[in-house]
C-alpha cells in the first residue's frame, strides 16, 4: 500500500477549501490535509514548517497571486497542483512546472488523475514540456483573438472578449451580456468576472456592474450618474466609483 501524500491548500475563498477537503475525503488513502489557509502568507509558513508532497494552491488570490507566492518560496521541493477558474492559467501553471491544476468546480476524476501521476512517478518535466509544445501551437492558431473560458454547468462556455457588452451580478451568479448572444448566467460572482477581464478593457462601475469601455456610448452627469451602452442598456454608476470612471477618461 502507497503511503499518502501530505498536503495543505491555500486558497482565498473559503468556499472553494471546503469544496476541495470534501473531494479530498474521498481519497484520505492516498492524500492527507496538513493545514489549509486563506493567508497566502500564511501559506508560506506553512510549506516551509511542514514540508508537504503537495501544495493544492489557487492562483488568483488578493495578496498575491499563487505564482507570486512560489517566487517568494523559491526552494520548491513539492509537488505544486494549481486550483483555478480560469481555464487559461493552464498555460502559466504548467510553465511554473505545476504537477497539474484542477479546474474549479473541482471533480473526483480530476483529483484521481493528479493522484496517479504522483503515485507512478510520472516525469512531470517531460510531460510539462510536451503540453507546453501543444500549447504553444494552439496559441499560434488562434494568435489575434480574445478570448476567455468561463465555466458552466455543462463545462466551459469560450466567449470573444470583444462580443462582451456588459456583466451584471445576482446573489453568487454573473449574466453575461453580448452582442448577438442571449445572455449567459455563470455560477460565479461579478468578482470573479472582473478578475478574469481585468486586462481587457473593462470597468466597474457599480457593485452590480461591470462594462466594456468600448461599449460606452453616452455618460449622464448626475449625483452619481449612469451611463447609456450601445445595447440601448442603462447602467448606474455608483457614487464610491464615480471618480475612478471619470479619471479613465
Known sequence: MNKAFTSIIIDDEIGSIDSLVWELKK???DIEILKTTQIPSEGI???????PDI???DISMPEMSGFELLDKVRDIHFNVVFTTAYDHYAIDAFKENAI???LKPVMPEDIGRVISKLQNNVDASQMQENILE????????????????????EGLEFIEVDDIIRCESTNNYTFIHQSH?????????LK???????????IRVHQSHLVNIKCIKKYIKGKAGSLILKDGS?????????SDFLNKF
Do not use: C, H, W
Open 27 to 29: 481519497f484520505s488513502n
Open 45 to 51: 509558513t506553512f510549506i516551509k514548517t511542514l514540508k
Open 55 to 57: 501544495v493544492f494552491l
Open 100 to 102: 497539474d491544476y484542477l
Open 134 to 153: 501543444i500549447l504553444s501551437e494552439l496559441q499560434k492558431s488562434t494568435d489575434g483573438y480574445r478570448t476567455i473560458a468561463v465555466p458552466t454547468m
Open 181 to 189: 448572444e442571449k445572455p449567459l448566467l455563470i455560477s460565479k460572482t
Open 192 to 202: 470573479d468576472i472582473e478578475t478574469l477581464l481585468s486586462n481587457y478593457g473593462f
Open 234 to 242: 442603462i447602467i448606474p454608476i455608483s457614487r464610491s466609483k464615480k
